[in-house]
């Protein structure tokens, strides 16, 4: 039976087609992508280690076709059975979209066929090759010879958000912005980096004057590291919005005046308490809807907090502290955007934000190169199969209220303390050990004459001495009163047999006590003989 075709003037409406995803173009060359391809490893010639983590490995290098400087970041691939960690997938699929001057490109892949290792597992090879940038953002900061100016702020700042407009504009969110994430050249340019937590929203991209705007649907809740992690995500919420992102441009914004992270939690519990002494008690006012979130339980004691962000960095001055206020606002739903944030006063006051290219150049300043200058040693290497939450920086994002590993400060740096002297001892080390055999029990001497009890000098004494079982004495038989049947499997054991082995012969076990579980195991076998019987004489 064939189906009616429907009239043009049918009263149904169709369904509308659904609008299309804006494409992510190079607003320099639209609808051009520079993704090369793959590539093998021999066209390039490596130079110098630069980082080393949960993620992998990354390796300075230099691409022997065009000269060009290059990081080589390798991902780790443990097992073949686990696949490819999920982390590296979304990085990659996100980099061979993404186009901006602000957003780290990915030039090629560099892919080696799996070899055998020694443990018969094979391991493949792949990296992604992106530009060679000469520090990170948290580097710089860590470096003590390194003194941002006003302008030099306001020119990172500004950069900063122009990559993440141009995210939210395409629909990504980021999850996991910090100051380990933002590359810097000696050219001036910061770039955002590492998109393993990056993914797609659904909601509408955001509108000036608009905020964050409202979530449609629920997200991963356990993202971004913990110093940077918006206040509706350490109490639970899913349902969240660009808004996440700019909560990390107001931390980063603010470590790069203070010199150092501003909210260094250790836990979930401790992260939230360090949130509302900067920006305040959450109220119905300042945060709508708090009480409703999974975790509120986590703020009791914490609405009695005073607010300090004012007080904090008044040298930022009227302007600074009020784009900084909206950046942390505690209601994700009047957190300013983007788009909002660039149009601040802020960045039209003086002193009027540099140019990338009169910032200075520094020393190069990676992973190992902090660690050289402090002593310490690279991050271990990566766990099987990757892990998700865990970036170049090896950030702990566990789950709710638990601390980090004793390794790990929350901030994805191993901060350790130097190593001990190679001269110092533990405190129960002696400096001398004595290796000679411990006294009598009973405080004796040994010999012929302890061993008849009788002392020097004073044989008249009563001989008290108990032989040991060790000397060649015997125990005395088990104590077992428990009737033995003779319809059972094995044979009843010899008082002088226990476990099949001679008490006190070659390996048997002379002073051993019986386990409680065993005497509760053969009591529960003695009531279960009994239930038999009573039913055998029940049936007779």
């Known amino acids: 039976m064939s189906q009616k075709r429907r009239a043009p003037d049918s009263p149904v409406a169709e369904r509308p087609t659904p609008a299309k995803r804006p494409s992510i173009q190079d607003p320099r060359h639209p609808g051009v992508h520079r993704f090369r391809g793959c590539s093998h490893i021999s066209s390039y010639r490596l130079i110098s280690k630069l980082g080393e983590g949960t993620f992998g490995l990354v390796t300075k290098a230099q691409d022997t076709r065009n000269n060009q400087l290059v990081a080589l970041k390798q991902f780790t691939v443990t097992n073949e059975k686990e696949g490819f960690p999920i982390t590296a997938l979304r990085e990659i699929k996100y980099l061979k979209q993404l186009r901006h001057p602000n957003v780290i490109p990915l ?15 094979k391991r493949g090879t792949i990296m992604m090759v992106t530009p060679y940038m000469h520090h990170d953002l948290s580097g710089l900061l860590e470096n003590p010879s390194v003194q941002f ?3 030099q702020i306001k020119c990172y700042l500004l950069q900063l ?8 504009k395409n629909n990504i969110l980021h999850r996991d912005i910090k100051a380990a994430n933002l590359l810097i050249n000696n050219k001036g340019i910061l770039q955002i980096a590492d998109f393993g937590l990056a993914r797609r929203f659904d909601e509408p991209p955001p509108k000036p004057g608009s905020g964050g705007g409202v979530a449609y649907r629920q997200y991963t809740g356990n993202v971004v590291t913990r110093w940077y992690r918006a206040p509706e995500l350490c109490l639970g919420e899913r349902n969240y919005t660009t808004s996440v992102d700019i909560w990390g441009v107001g931390c980063v914004f603010a470590e790069m005046k203070k010199g150092r992270p501003i909210l260094p939690g250790n836990t979930d519990t401790h992260q939230i308490e360090l949130i509302f002494q900067l920006c305040g008690p959450p ?15 986590l703020v009791k004691g914490f609405v009695n907090c005073q607010r300090t962000l004012e007080a904090q960095f008044n040298v930022l001055g009227s302007s600074g502290v009020a784009l900084l206020s909206d950046l942390l606002k505690l209601d994700p739903r009047t957190r300013v955007n983007a788009m909002d944030a660039l149009d601040h006063e802020y960045f039209r006051v003086e002193p009027l934000p540099a140019k990338p290219s009169e910032l200075p150049a520094f020393e190069d300043s990676h992973e190992l190169d902090r660690r050289k200058r402090a002593g310490q040693k690279p991050l271990p290497p990566a766990p099987a199969g990757g892990t998700v939450g865990v970036g170049p920086s090896a950030d702990w994002s566990g789950h709710m209220g638990e601390p980090p590993p004793y390794h790990m400060n929350g901030n994805g740096r191993h901060v350790r303390p130097p190593p001990p002297p190679p001269d110092r001892r533990p405190a129960w080390m002696k ?7 411990p006294p009598p029990m009973d405080g004796g001497m040994r010999g012929p ?23 060649g004495g015997r125990p005395p038989p088990r104590d077992d009163s428990r009737d033995w049947r003779d319809d059972r499997r094995h044979e009843r054991p010899r008082d002088d047999v226990r476990g099949g082995r001679p008490i006190g012969g070659p390996g048997g076990d002379r002073n051993r006590e019986r386990d409680p579980r065993d005497r509760e195991r053969d009591r529960e076998q003695r009531e279960r003989d009994r239930e038999r019987e009573r039913a055998r004489e029940w049936r007779r």
Not at 161 to 168: A, D, M, R, S, V
Not at 283 to 297: F, I, Q, T, Y
Not at 460 to 467: F, R, S, V, W
Request: no cysteine; hydrophobic share 25%; net charge positive.
């Open 149 to 151: 100016t006003e302008r």
């Open 431 to 437: 400096e001398t050990r004595d290796v000679r055999a």
């Open 449 to 471: 004459d302890h061993r008849r009890g009788v002392i020097k000098g004073d044989k008249d004494k009563t001989d008290t001495y108990i032989p040991s079982y060790r000397d």
């Open 161 to 168: 958000l122009k990559g993440i407009q141009y995210l939210h």
């Open 283 to 297: 109220n119905e006012r300042s945060m709508p809807g708090w009480e409703k979130l999974p975790d509120a339980r």
């Open 107 to 121: 030039l090629e892949m560099v892919v080696e066929k799996p070899t055998r290792g020694k443990d018969g597992q």
